[in-house]
C-alpha cells in the first residue's frame, strides 16, 4: 500500500544515561511520590509544575559574557535562536517562577514540586543524566523556624517512605560558621578576585570527606590532588595551618548538638559572620528539640557544606546509614539521598531585591534504590490481571463480556489478544503473574459453564505432584462453574490470597 | 561575601507556548490522571516511562537523506554529533522500546505511558509545545478485539474522569475503508512517487471537516485552498468526480453501526482492500454490541480518518459533544479530547518484520480544560491547610509545637514563617483560603490557653454584620480553649464544613 522508501533501518536504542521503566518499578516509583506527596501537602505546601526547559539565562546557565550556555546542560536554539536549557534542578525555575509573579504571590509561598531533571554529565553505575527529583522550598520567609522544618519535613519523609528511624539522619550545619573560620583564617578576606574561587574550592573538597577522607580532602585544601586515572584536581592552595584549622572545624560533630554549637563557638571566635552561623544554628537545634527531633534523627554536623556555591545559611543533607551488599558481595552505603539549605540570593539574580528562602531535594531514583535494597519497596496494590483464554474465535465477544463482568466488579482483568493456542495462552497467564486463567472450550460451551485454573495452586502443587498422569486427571487446581458464577468464584479464588501474593 | 559580578539581571519569562500551573490546577490533574491510571490498571495494562529525549532517528525523526531532525521536534546533538530529540509523542518511543527489547517482551504487550511530550510548533490559544498525554497500546495483537477495546477505554475513561453518558462519543472508522475508496478512483493506483503523499493529503483534507465544512475540504481535494490570513495549501488535485465520491464516503455517517457499514460496503464496490476494511469494522461493530456500547456512546463514522500517515486500519477518537460559552460570549465545542488506531508498520522500521499493534492517546491538557469548562473538574480532597499565628517570635518552638500536633492528627496545618504582625499573618491566611488561623497572644498565653479564628464562618458574617463595635466586641466567629484541647476543637470546627467548603 505505502509505497517503501530506500529501507533505512535504525537502531533501537538509547542513549547513555538514559532508561526505560516498567511495571513494578514505575509502581514503587508512583507509591513513593504518593506518600511523599501527602506528607508535603499535609505541611502547608501546594503543587507547582513548570516547563521541562527554560530560557539559558532565566536557568542561571549563562555567564555575563557567553555566547553560548556554560556546560552540564542540555541546550538549544529556539527559532529566534534563543537558547533554552533542559531545567537542571527545580531551584531555578522556581526562582524564576517567583521573579516573574512575585507581585501576586501569597508570601510565604510554600510550593513542592516533583518531575524530572537533565544532566548533561558523564553517566555512570546508578548516574543517570535525567533523574526525578521532589522539592519542598519556602520562598519570603528570613525564620529559621522555616529552615528547621525543612529539616523535619525531610526526617518525616524518611519514615513516611517506611524508612525505620535509625536507617538515616539528618545532618545540618551553616555556612556562615565555615566563612566564619575562614575569615579567621584569612581566606574570605582582601579584594583578589580569586578569593570565591577558593571559597568554593574550600567547599568542594570538604564536600569529599566522605568520598575521599581527610587525606584526600587535606590535599584538595592545599596544592591538589591526582585521582587514581592520574587526573590532577588543583586545590584550594591553603597553608598548612589553614587546613588544620579547616579540618579541626570539620571534626567538631559527634554528641549532644549543644555540645557541637559550644565547640564550633570556639572555632569561630569573635568572627561576627561566624558567630551569625552559631546563633541560627542554635536556634534549630532549639527548634528541633522543641519539636521532639532528637539527634538520633537531626545532628548538627560540621563535615555537612554541600558542594553548591548559591547556599547562605542552613545547609542540611540526608544520610542513609545502613549497609548493603552489593552484586559483587562488597558492603557500601547509599550515603546522601536528599539535601537542602537557605539560599537567599537567588531570586535577586532577576529582581535586585534580596528574597529570603530556604528548601529541600529529595533524589527520587536514590530513594528507590535503597528501599529496593533494603527490601522495603513500596508498591501499589495492583494485582496481576486475570486472564480470559480465547479458544473460540468467533465467540471473542462471549469472553469480553466475561472480561467486562471481572472488571465492574473491581476485578483486574483482560482478554487474551494474541493469536496462538491454549496452551500458548496458558504460559502468557503465567507469566504475566496472573492468578486465574479463565477458559471456555467447546465442552464449556455446551453445558453453559467456564473453567477457572488456579494459576497460584497450580504452580504450587506442580513442584509437589511428579506423576504426569496424576496430575492431568485430577486437575486438582481447576474448577468448572456455571457461567453466571463466574464472579463470585473468581472472588472466591482470589480472597484466598488475600492480594498480598497477587 | 560573595563578590559580585557586573551586575547582568536575566528577565524573569518563560518562552512561548509553555506555562507554569500551581495549586488547584496541578491537583486537578493528579486526580485526573489518577483515575484514568486506575481504570488504564483495570484493564491489565502496566505502566512504561521512557526517557524525555532519544536518538532523534529512533523517534522517526529522521529522513533516509537528511543530516539534521525534520521539523516539529525539539533537538540537540549529543558530546558524540549524535542528533537527540525531545518525544513529540509516546508512541514513537514505545516502538523503539518494543524494538529494543523484542525478544524478552511478554506479548502481547498491554503497556500505558503517562508524560508530556514536546512539539516544536506554533503555539496559539490553548495549544502549547508542552503538554501531557496519556496512552495505552497493546502490541503483539492481530485483533479487532484489540482495537474494540480500545474503542471501549476511550468511553469507559470518559465516564471514569466524570463525563456524563451523552456528553462524548467514540467515532469509529477504518483506513482501509477509505483506501477502498480511493482504490476504485483510481488516487492509490500507478508507481507515481506521489502517490503516498497525495494520499495523505486527502487525509488531512477529510481531518479538517469539523473545522473548514465540506466546502473547505473541496477545496483541499482539489485544487487547494487559501486561507482568511491569505495563505495557500496546495490540495490533493482530485477530480470533481473523484471529490465528490470522497465527500460520499465522509458523509455515509449516521444511524445504527449495522446501517452505515451497508452504506460503505455499497462504496467501496469490489475492492478487495476496502471489503476487508468493512469486515473488520463489522468486527469491531459486533464486539461493541455484545458489550454493551451502543451507537450512543461508540459509533462507526466515515468522517473519522486522522491525520497520521502511519494508522493502517481501525482509527477512532473521542469527541465532546457540548457545546460551552467561552470568554467572549461564543459557543463553542471542544472536539476531539482522544485518539487512536491500528498501526502494524511502527515496530517494523526497526525490524523489518510487521509486528501488528494498536493503541489510543489521551489530551490530557484538554479534558482538563473541558471539565473545568463543565464544571466537573476533578480535585484531589485536600483541604486549605490551618494556619498558626506566630506573635512571640521567642515562642516560635511552643507554635511549631501546635502545628505539630495538629499534622499528627491528620489535618493540614502550617506555621506562619513570614515576619509580619498580627493583621497581616490573619490576612496571609484569608489569602491560603485557611478554614482556621490559630493565635496564642501574651493573654492567652497568661491563660494556657489558645484561640481558634472561624476564618470561614468569619466571612460569612462580615458580610452580614455591617456594626464594626459589635463585631468587635463580640468576636463571633472565634473562640478559646486550652492548649490541650486545641486538636479537638479544631477537629470539630472542622467537622462543621464537612471538608466541602475548604
Do not use: H
Request: net charge negative; charged share 30%.
Amino acid at each position: 500500500m505505502a509505497k517503501k522508501q530506500k529501507t533505512f533501518r535504525p537502531k533501537a536504542r538509547l542513549p547513555k544515561g538514559l532508561r526505560d521503566q516498567f511495571g513494578i518499578n514505575v509502581r514503587a516509583e508512583q507509591a513513593l511520590l504518593a506518600r511523599v506527596r501527602a506528607l508535603f501537602e499535609s505541611y502547608g505546601f501546594d503543587p507547582l509544575e513548570t516547563s521541562a526547559f527554560e530560557y539559558a539565562d532565566a536557568l542561571g546557565k549563562f555567564l555575563p559574557d557567553a555566547d553560548r550556555p556554560n556546560e552540564g546542560v542540555f541546550s538549544f536554539q529556539d527559532e529566534d535562536k534563543q537558547w533554552l536549557s533542559l531545567r537542571y534542578d527545580l531551584t531555578a525555575p522556581l526562582a524564576r517562577y517567583v521573579a516573574q509573579n512575585y507581585d501576586g504571590l501569597v508570601k510565604p509561598l510554600r510550593r513542592y514540586q516533583a518531575g524530572p531533571v537533565w544532566r548533561n554529565e558523564k553517566p555512570g553505575p546508578g548516574r543517570f543524566r535525567e533523574f526525578v527529583q521532589f522539592d519542598a522550598d519556602t520562598v519570603g520567609s528570613p525564620l529559621m523556624a522555616a529552615d528547621a522544618e525543612m529539616v523535619m519535613l525531610l526526617a518525616d519523609t524518611m519514615e513516611a517512605i517506611g524508612l525505620p528511624r535509625g536507617d538515616y539522619i539528618v545532618r545540618v550545619n551553616n555556612r556562615k560558621v565555615l566563612n566564619g573560620v575562614l575569615e579567621r583564617i584569612g581566606v574570605l578576606y582582601g579584594d583578589d578576585p580569586d578569593v570565591e574561587i577558593k571559597r568554593l574550592t574550600v567547599l568542594r573538597a570538604i564536600d569529599k570527606l566522605d568520598r575521599l577522607g581527610p587525606d584526600g580532602v587535606r590535599l584538595l585544601l592545599g596544592k591538589g590532588r591526582k585521582d587514581e586515572s592520574g587526573d590532577f584536581t588543583k586545590g584550594a592552595g591553603l597553608s598548612d595551618e589553614q587546613i588544620e584549622t579547616v579540618m579541626a572545624f570539620t571534626d567538631a560533630g559527634g554528641g549532644r548538638n549543644g555540645d557541637v554549637i559550644a565547640r564550633l563557638e570556639a572555632l569561630v571566635g569573635d568572627s561576627a559572620m561566624g558567630r551569625e552561623g552559631i546563633t541560627e544554628l542554635q536556634e534549630i537545634a532549639d527548634l528541633l528539640m522543641a519539636a521532639g527531633y532528637g539527634e538520633d534523627r537531626a545532628a548538627i554536623d560540621p563535615s555537612v557544606v554541600r558542594g553548591l556555591g548559591y547556599y547562605t545559611g542552613p545547609v542540611f543533607e540526608v544520610e542513609l546509614t545502613f549497609e548493603i551488599t552489593n552484586d559483587d558481595g562488597q558492603l557500601m552505603r547509599f550515603g546522601s539521598v536528599a539535601s537542602g539549605g537557605r539560599y537567599d540570593g537567588l531570586v535577586e539574580r532577576f529582581k535586585g531585591i534580596e528574597v529570603p528562602a530556604t528548601g529541600c531535594s529529595l533524589g527520587v531514583s536514590r530513594l528507590l534504590a535503597a528501599l529496593e535494597a533494603k527490601g522495603l519497596a513500596l508498591v501499589d496494590q495492583v494485582s496481576a490481571p486475570v486472564v480470559v483464554l480465547v479458544l473460540d474465535k468467533t465467540r471473542v465477544g462471549a469472553s469480553q463480556s466475561m472480561v467486562r463482568d471481572l472488571r465492574a466488579a473491581g476485578i483486574r482483568a483482560e482478554l487474551y489478544l494474541g493469536g496462538s493456542g491454549m496452551k500458548a495462552q496458558i504460559k502468557y497467564a503465567d507469566k504475566r503473574a496472573s492468578p486465574i486463567a479463565v477458559i471456555e472450550g467447546e465442552d464449556e460451551v455446551a453445558k453453559g459453564e467456564v473453567t477457572l485454573k488456579d494459576l497460584i495452586l497450580g504452580a504450587q502443587l506442580s513442584s509437589s505432584i511428579k506423576d504426569n498422569k496424576e496430575w492431568r486427571e485430577d486437575q486438582p487446581a481447576q474448577v468448572s462453574v456455571k457461567r453466571g458464577d463466574l464472579v463470585a468464584e473468581v472472588k472466591k479464588m482470589l480472597a484466598r490470597y488475600d492480594g498480598s501474593s497477587l
